[in-house]
């Protein structure tokens, strides 16, 4: 597990794993105990870096705020990122906090409420419409306030995104506007004060497969240039969705980044700039940038035989890390990398089973892995934990104490 490339980003120092360069025992006196998530600071610096040398300098980045809400993360990222795409009003208002401008944060998202449009317009953020009701409140309320909403058509792609852990787009859906149904909203839309800025097409998510990417990527493309041409204004904003996976267990290979990019520089220099010169081009990331950055650090608390398997508790588990239970979304159950932050350097020598402490058999965090021998007190750390970790988590189930968080 220790050579899985999420592992092996991270440092160690006296024979413990380090979080940019703090050990994890240390990081555990200095948010009073166990467990708690850590996120990299460097890694995040480093991804983005990464993106940035292989992705389109035209092309900009957006940052999903979903995938890892924690304000500290946020305020990191928007000094590294041009925008930020949220999906709930309390996302947004995190997102205003930071110096990122209003014009730079877009709202997606089913079910938009009257006072979550209101609270949007107000702002002035960019409302990704999500079918023709949303659109009409968002005019009303803009109405309403005298203020011209900045808004966006979230288009529901007449294709799906092949081999996405989860779809997003294609056939019928929650998400967007059907594709077909588009023009009719465009023309609704120039009969109202909104101001029409473009559109917005997120096919799936959790994708390693570079050439599924890039056939969605193109398909994308070639359906906003179809819908620009009964646009009301012309269109300054293009969000290409994303859908950039992560390696989560050993079995999957890390997406190849450098193929995406060269097909993005294509789709920028052949037909996005030529037809849209005035669009702001962005793809849009959430477990790519931050899933990899973060650990969630547990403690051993029982070590115990039953019937010739080896099981170490700890005090965590799918309460606050429900993705390693293989409970968020997974179709077969797969341990994600895990190591014994405490012993980094020791040489695995058994093979046991690492469940969390929850009264329920879905608390499973690591089944049947190979380790170095742990004892009670020592830390157990889990990777994979920066994206869709402690928000995406079943907190209240059990009752349990909540995890601590901290950007280091
Ligand atoms: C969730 C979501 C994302 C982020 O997805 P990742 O798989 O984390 O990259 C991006 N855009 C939209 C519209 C989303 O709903």
């Known amino acids: 597990m220790t050579s899985h490339p999420t592992v092996a980003a991270f440092g160690r120092r006296e024979g413990r794993l380090a979080v940019n360069g703090v050990p994890v025992d240390r990081l555990a006196a200095r948010a009073g105990g166990t467990p708690y998530f850590a996120y ?8 983005i870096a ?3 040398a292989t992705l389109p300098a035209d092309l900009q980045l957006s940052y999903a705020v979903k995938a890892n809400p924690m304000p500290a993360v946020v305020q990191h990222l928007s000094g ?3 925008s930020f795409d949220v999906a709930s009003s309390a996302e947004m208002l995190v997102a205003l906090d930071t110096p990122v401008p209003a014009q730079r944060i877009s709202f997606a998202g089913p ?3 009257d006072a979550e ?5 107000a702002a002035g953020v960019t409302i990704e419409m999500e079918s023709e009701n949303e659109a009409a409140r968002a005019a009303h309320i803009g109405e309403q306030l ?3 909403p900045r808004v966006a058509v979230r288009v529901n792609p007449d294709f799906s995104l092949k081999g996405s852990g989860m779809r997003m787009g294609g056939g019928p859906q929650q998400f967007g506007v059907d594709a077909e149904r588009v023009p009719a909203l465009l023309k609704q839309l120039g009969e109202t004060e909104c101001e029409f800025l473009g559109f917005h097409v997120f096919a799936g998510s959790q994708n390693l497969r570079a050439e599924s990417l890039i056939e969605a990527q193109q398909h994308t493309v070639d359906l906003v240039l179809r819908l620009a041409d009964d646009a009301p204004t012309p269109v300054r904003y293009v969000n290409l969705g994303g859908g950039f996976g992560i390696p989560y267990t050993d079995r999957d290979l890390p997406l190849d980044l450098a193929a995406v990019g060269a097909n993005l520089s294509e789709l920028m220099t052949g037909k996005l700039r030529p037809r849209l010169p005035e669009a702001r081009v962005v793809v849009e990331l959430g477990r790519y940038i931050v899933g990899e950055s973060g650990v969630y650090v547990t403690r051993v608390v029982d070590r115990k035989q039953s019937r010739g398997k080896t099981f170490l508790v700890v005090d965590g588990g799918l309460h606050h890390q429900l993705a390693a239970s293989g409970n968020f979304g997974q179709v077969i159950r797969r341990n994600y990398p895990l190591v014994v932050g405490t012993r980094f350097d020791e040489e695995p020598v058994e093979t046991v089973t690492v469940v969390g402490s929850l009264c329920t058999p ?9 380790l170095p021998r742990a004892d009670v007190g020592d830390l157990i750390v889990l990777f994979q934990a920066g994206a869709y970790g402690l928000t995406a988590s079943p907190t209240a189930f059990l ?4 995890a601590a968080e901290m950007l280091v």
């Open 40 to 47: 990299d600071r460097q890694l995040l610096t480093d991804r």
């Open 50 to 52: 990464l993106l940035r």
């Open 80 to 82: 590294l990122v041009d």
């Open 111 to 113: 079910g938009k409420t």
């Open 117 to 121: 449009l209101r609270q949007a317009v």
């Open 146 to 148: 005298g203020i011209r």
């Open 362 to 370: 879905l608390d499973l965090l690591g089944d049947n892995v190979t």
């Open 399 to 402: 009752s349990h104490p909540a």
